[in-house]
């Protein structure tokens, strides 16, 4: 029934050890929102589950849909059904995003996607090359929408991008994560890192945790985590009664 | 210059080895070769001769404003189909235009080197493709030298002319079938784009693992004249060296060279010199080379003599294995004040983030490096007919191109 369970993780680059023992376990149908201050180690954590190979995995393991998948390539867990919106993509020159999406999924209906996300006027542009903050981020969704993992990384989806599009968005993060279904016929899962929270407004999400030095200082109702965080900061979080 | 000045000076330079490129012998070639098959229509050619072209990117039954063939020593077609081109194989044209003895041998000297005086020494062939005045098209002349037999030293002499106020485009694919074990091509050509003509010029080469290029070609752009010129090389090839030379001439000339390199092999010494010699004048050389095996010399010189001339070279290169080597020299000559003229030179690998990018797709790392050394090589050109463009883009993007094997 667990689609991810993380175990005693503890990874490092270079000599700064950035995660320390953390645990984290997501069913099939549900997605979870992180929250934590800069530097906390969120985006490490999402690049070490997608496989991204510059960190060095000193202890614990990664499981996906039952397999062990910590020494997996990128690749290969990509096609396993894990995909991610990074929180800063890179550009590629020279590649069209419509032939992208063909090349993420031959049977993807580009424009239908394209247009789903307002972007068909990106369509012959090079990937991510001189897109705007909020472009990147619509870019992402396109590229996930192609690719349809079963479980899906948004790393700040929201950051950066104007109100209208935040709706646009969070609806995307519905489809992707079939909120559209009935809970219990959900099969796909995500986890979504966000600082303000706004886009919780145009997406359902299930549980919340707030991350802290490197592990999960607190867990539970995504609305009233937030409401904690700006009631008392993420230190008032530390211990909180919030049911793990 | 008289006829037999130029062979005189020829004769004299036999032996003199070039600037740059490795030394080829010359004695180790052939010269005379099976006269090939003179035919009506470009329809009638040979079908492996078509389907090499094709593999040039030139369609030769496509839509076009005319084309010629070369066949080893022999120019089997020559064919306008436009009113405003003049196609002409060189010994005809030489014959019947007294004229031409002002434009013969004044952008290449004869005595440059030894491979222009062994062209000196041969009989005439190549082409002469000639723009009248104010007459534009956007169909390009295709043209194809083919060099069908091994051993064999080919040579040829272009001369193109673009009068005032014309457009003109030429695509010339230079091909050795697979069964051609060994083989030297010897081209020395000459463009003169007259006031206000516009020109491109893009040549593929498409040569075997033992065959040997010297290309030498000299340009001259008078007043308002713009050449974009395209040069493409992505197959393996034993020794090429070739560095065109262009002269901007009159006010407001402009000149644009983009090349592209996939080097697997061999010794590749590519480059374009151009020479800022009036006011308002403009020059830009881009180079994109991905090499995976042998050694890859992109040479690019500007020289600004003017004020107000402006110049940009940009040479990237990718080096994909440790048995490649890139070596990247961009050379900027400022005789003047006022000059704008800069350079912008990189040697490096594929960006990891970009792999890493690409693989949380789903894409296998052989697969991403091939969609990136893809990417890096789709050159922007500017200049060219929409099909022309399209037709470049289908060859830079071939599957066939990838990472170190
Ligand atoms: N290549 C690296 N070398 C050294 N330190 C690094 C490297 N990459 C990340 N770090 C450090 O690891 C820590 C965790 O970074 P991470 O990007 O995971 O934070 P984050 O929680 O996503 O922060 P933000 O909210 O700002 O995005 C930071 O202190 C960061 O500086
Ligand atoms: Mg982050």
């Known amino acids: ?116 996300m307002d972007f068909e006027a990106f369509a012959d542009r090079d990937v991510n090359r001189g897109f705007s903050g909020g472009e990147v981020k619509r870019s992402e969704m396109v590229q996930l929408l192609a690719q349809q993992p079963d479980f899906v990384m948004l790393d700040e989806p929201d950051s950066g991008v ?25 099969t796909k899962s995500g986890v979504i890192i966000t600082h303000f929270g706004h886009i919780l407004d145009y997406m359902k999400a299930d ?36 049911p793990v | 210059m008289h006829v037999s000045g130029i062979e005189d000076k020829a004769r004299k330079a036999r032996d003199k080895k070039a600037l740059y490129g490795t030394d080829v012998d010359l004695e180790s070639y052939e010269s005379e070769a099976k006269p090939q098959v003179i035919v009506a ?30 066949m080893d020593q022999t ?73 069908g037999s091994s ?29 051609v074990q060994r083989g030297l091509h010897v081209g020395v050509s000459e463009f003169f784009i007259q006031k206000n003509a516009k020109v491109s010029f893009t040549m593929v080469h498409s040569w075997g693992k033992e065959v040997e290029v010297r290309p030498r070609t000299g340009i001259t752009i008078a007043e308002g004249g713009s050449l974009s010129n395209n040069y493409i090389l992505l197959k393996p090839v034993k020794t090429i060296q070739t560095f065109p030379t262009a002269t901007l001439a009159g006010r407001g000339a402009v000149a644009s060279f983009n090349t592209v390199i996939y080097a697997t092999m061999g010794n590749i010494d590519v480059g374009s010199n151009v020479n800022l010699n009036a006011p308002e004048t403009s020059a830009e050389s881009i180079s994109r080379v991905v090499c995976v095996g042998g050694e ?9 003599r003017v004020p107000g001339a402006r110049a940009h070279l940009e040479c990237v290169g990718l080096l994909l294995s440790d048995k490649g080597r890139i070596y990247s020299i961009p050379e900027l000559d400022g005789q003047s004040r006022d000059l704008d003229m800069s350079h912008e030179a990189a040697v490096g690998r594929i960006s990891e983030e970009e792999l890493e990018y690409l693989m949380s797709r789903g894409l296998s790392s052989e697969e991403a490096t091939s969609v990136i050394v893809r990417g890096f090589l789709d050159v922007e050109i500017k200049g060219l007919p929409d099909d022309l463009k399209q037709e470049i883009k289908n060859i830079t993007q071939r599957e066939d191109l990838k990472g170190a094997p």
């Open chain 2, 151 to 179: 051993n064999l030293n080919q040579r040829v002499h272009n001369v193109i002319i673009a009068e005032e106020g014309s457009e003109l485009h030429v695509i010339t694919g230079c091909t050795t079938p697979a069964h």
């Open chain 2, 41 to 70: 229509n470009a329809e009638d050619l040979p079908s492996v001769v078509k389907k090499a072209a094709m593999d040039v990117g030139v369609k030769l039954d496509g839509e076009s404003s005319g084309s010629f063939v070369q």
């Open chain 1, 1 to 116: 029934m667990w689609l991810l369970e993380i175990e005693d993780l503890s990874v490092s680059i270079g000599s700064k050890q950035v995660l320390k023992n953390f645990n984290l376990r997501i069913s099939r149908g549900e997605t979870h929102v992180l929250f934590g201050p800069n530097g906390t180690g969120k985006t490490t954590l999402l690049n070490v589950i997608a496989g991204i190979p510059r960190y060095v995995i000193d202890g614990g393991r990664i499981v996906f849909k039952g397999e062990d998948i910590t020494h997996m390539s990128m690749d290969e867990r990509a096609r396993l059904g894990i995909g991610m919106a990074f929180q800063r993509p890179p550009a590629i020159r020279g590649l069209r995003l419509r032939d992208l999406i063909k090349i993420i999924n031959p049977k993807a209906d580009a424009m239908a996607i394209l247009k789903k």
């Open chain 2, 296 to 304: 890859v010399i992109a040479r690019g010189r500007m020289t600004g």
């Open chain 1, 162 to 186: 104007d109100l209208e599009n935040i709706k646009l968005i969070g609806e995307a993060i519905n489809t992707l994560t079939q909120k559209d279904q009935r809970p219990s016929q959900r």
């Open chain 2, 75 to 147: 120019p089997v077609i020559a064919k306008s189909l436009y009113e405003g081109v003049e196609i002409m194989d060189m010994a005809s044209a030489l014959e019947k235009y007294d004229f031409l003895q002002d434009y013969w041998w004044k952008l290449v000297a004869p005595d440059a080197d030894k491979y222009t005086a062994e062209v000196a020494a041969a009989p005439p062939a190549g082409y002469f493709i000639r723009a009248k005045k104010g007459m534009k098209t956007v169909f390009p002349v295709k043209s194809c030298l083919y060099l």
């Open chain 1, 207 to 242: 549980r919340a945790h707030v991350m802290l030095g490197g592990s999960i200082v607190c867990s539970g109702n995504p609305g009233e985590i937030l409401e904690q965080i700006k009631k008392s900061g993420y230190e008032g979080c530390v211990g909180c009664t919030c």
